[in-house]
C-alpha cells in the first residue's frame, strides 16, 4: 500500500482527462483551497459519494506529561475536523478490509 500525494492525483487526473497538468493542479489546489475556507468559516462540506466535513469543538481536558509524574495541565477546548466516510467509500474500504483479513490469515 503507498501513499497517494496531491501530485500523483494530478497526474492521474491530467492523464485521463488530457488536459495540461498545470491546470489540473490549478483546479484541485482551488478545489482544496474551497473546502478549507468553507471548514474556517464553520461550515460543513458534503461530498457525495466521498463523505462529510464538518467542524466540531472538543471538549476542554486535563492534559499528564508521562515523564513528570503528578503533572498536569489544561487543555482548553478547540475546533477539529471531523470527517464521515460516504456509503460508497464505507463499502469499498471494507472489501479492502476483508481482503486484508485474509492476507493476515495467510500470512500466519
Known sequence: MGTLT???LV???SNETGQVQNQVFQVVQKTLDHIIDALAQGDTVELRNFGVLEVRLT???VGRNPNEPGSSYPIPARATVKFKSGKI???R???LSAAMKRDAAAKE
Open 6 to 8: 496531491k501530485r500523483d
Open 11 to 13: 497526474v492521474k487526473i
Open 59 to 61: 471538549k476542554p481536558r
Open 89 to 91: 467509500m464505507r463499502q
Open 93 to 95: 474500504v471494507a472489501q
